[in-house]
């Protein structure tokens, strides 16, 4: 039971840590591959509360969990992953320049430096995506025996394609975690609003939900 309550305990870890990347500079991904909104909100509160989240788990090294990355990609040489590939059908520039896979990257690896990170490029650089390299992501993650899968962006329009992949990993037993959002309203976003997903929020130094990440019945964290 004690190995049960730490192994959630990381998952948890990595779900909270990840919001300060991850919904708190949510990406919007259109099934018609039409450009979405991209911001950074990384503000002083979450920098601290991240820094109190690794003191408070600093036992969880995350050893032996397999935990999938569906985010942009990155050409930084320094960051290393046990996996990466690209699910874009297009060609990858030379020097990428948006930074929100490698981020996200690094913030897991905080939290978890014992985790085996599989990272599966779904966003182009100008902050866009189908769901088609989405649920190609998913499948990818499923066969490389992940026990994790976060979600770095948003779609406003649900898609049965998706669903479906999402259905396919929760049987297979994997736990799913995606941004709830950064535009400070209530509008059900995805894959945040499918039922197989935990959906995490934002929350500023006073522990009350941040102005600007979204809220509603269907954000669990």
Known sequence: MKKTKKYISLLLAAATGLNFVTSCAAQAVS???EPGTYEYHMHESDSNDYNRLLYEHSSLTGKGVKIALLDTGF???SIKVSDTINMLDENIPDKRINKHGANSVQALQNIAPGAEIYLAEVINDSNSGTYDSVVKGIEWAINQDVKIITFGFVGR???NALHEA???AHNA???MFAAAGNYGNEEMLFPAALKE???VGAYNAEGD???YS???HYVDI
């Open 166 to 168: 999402i259905k396919k």
């Open 197 to 199: 997903v935990i959906s």
């Open 31 to 33: 099934p018609f591959n």
């Open 173 to 175: 037993g994997i736990i």
């Open 209 to 211: 939900i941040a102005e």
């Open 157 to 159: 329009a649900y898609s």
């Open 214 to 216: 979204n809220r509603g």
């Open 75 to 77: 050409d930084d040489s």
